[in-house]
Nanobody, 123 residues
């Protein structure tokens, strides 16, 4: 049974940092690209960041480029999203996702997705 469990969310002030973690089990983690999505209150779910299975290639939503960093540790079956200089508009539920095809994240698709972790940024 495949499981993705996000952690690390919370309530912070604008300008603060958070590090989200995604723990994967039930599959060969290194065979999948890792993506992060978010859904803010009253908004559509949107792609945030992705990293390929090697960790060598990443891409980001324009509005988080330079502030967020995605990474992974295949030995620990974990993906991470380091979020710096947080803004109130970053408030959302953040979801970890896995896909064998990295480009599918751009289309909002994934093979597996976690339940999400809430990030709230106050002004």
């Amino acid at each position: 049974q495949v499981q993705l469990v996000e952690s690390g969310g919370g309530l912070v002030q604008a300008g603060d940092s958070l590090r989200l973690s995604c723990a994967a089990s039930g599959l060969t983690f290194s065979e999948y690209a890792v993506g992060w999505f978010r859904q803010g209150p009253g908004k559509e779910r949107e792609f945030v960041a992705a990293i390929d299975w090697t960790g060598a290639f990443t891409y980001y939503l324009d509005s988080v480029q330079g502030r967020f960093t995605i990474s992974r540790d295949n030995a620990k079956n974990r993906g991470y999203l380091q979020m710096n200089s947080l803004k109130p508009e970053d408030t959302a539920v953040y979801y970890c996702a896995l896909s064998r095809i990295m480009s599918s994240f751009r289309a909002g698709r994934s093979d597996y997705r976690g339940q999400g972790t809430q990030v709230t940024v106050s002004s």
